[in-house]
């Protein structure tokens, strides 16, 4: 994927003692739902809206962030709104700073060492487990792709030293598998780094 990323610049970066420090979001099958949802959780609580829009195949997604509490608060005001058309919702307290630029896709590339993807049937999941794979050992994120032009699914790549790797995914597909969510992990441990261009 090439050219500028549509989301760059809507994430902020998060700092120690900023509102920005937990991320949640609710995704329903329904966009006439989700447009209701959203508008529900921005007016129960002080969040920022960070993604509202559709995602194959014919879903709605809506990520907010703030304090934890006004998130909690947000996520239960959209999830109760979705009713039956909620498919997955998630909250994730201090969430890990590297998290914000792989989704808005301006993490900073670099080399490619082991090279380890995570790929879920749902965004919250696969933003749950971009966290925990990132908090479990030290790997860098590269890109945290949402659901566009893949069936509704998401994915994550990240990379570090083989070890590393293998303890990040590892991890963070458990709290995907944990939500019976998980589609496929793996870690490449030598990767040809033309495999780069085609991520970023």
Do not use: W
């Amino acid at each position: 994927m090439t050219g500028a990323k549509p989301h760059a610049g809507r994430f902020p970066e998060i700092k120690d003692g900023t509102m920005n420090k937990a991320i949640g979001g609710v995704e329903l099958s329904s966009v006439a739902r989700g447009l209701e949802a959203a508008d529900a959780m921005l007016k129960t609580s002080e969040v920022g809206l960070l993604l509202s829009r559709t995602i194959c195949p014919g879903k709605y997604i809506v990520l907010v962030s703030g304090d934890t509490a006004a998130v909690n608060a947000a996520v239960s005001a959209g999830a109760e709104k979705a009713s039956q058309a909620l498919t997955d919702s998630f909250v994730v307290p201090n969430i890990h700073p590297d998290v914000f630029p792989a989704i808005a896709g301006t993490a900073a590339a670099g080399g490619l060492e082991a090279l380890g993807v995570i790929e879920a049937f749902s965004v919250p999941a696969l933003i749950e487990a971009a966290d925990a794979a990132v908090k479990a050992a030290p790997v860098r994120l590269l890109e945290i792709r949402l659901a566009m032009a893949l069936g509704g699914k998401a994915f994550v790549t990240m990379t570090g030293p083989v070890a590393a790797a293998e303890a990040a995914v590892a991890a963070g597909a458990a709290v995907a598998a944990k939500k019976g969510l998980l589609t496929e992990k793996v870690v490449i441990p030598r990767p040809r780094q033309e495999l780069l261009g085609e991520m970023i």
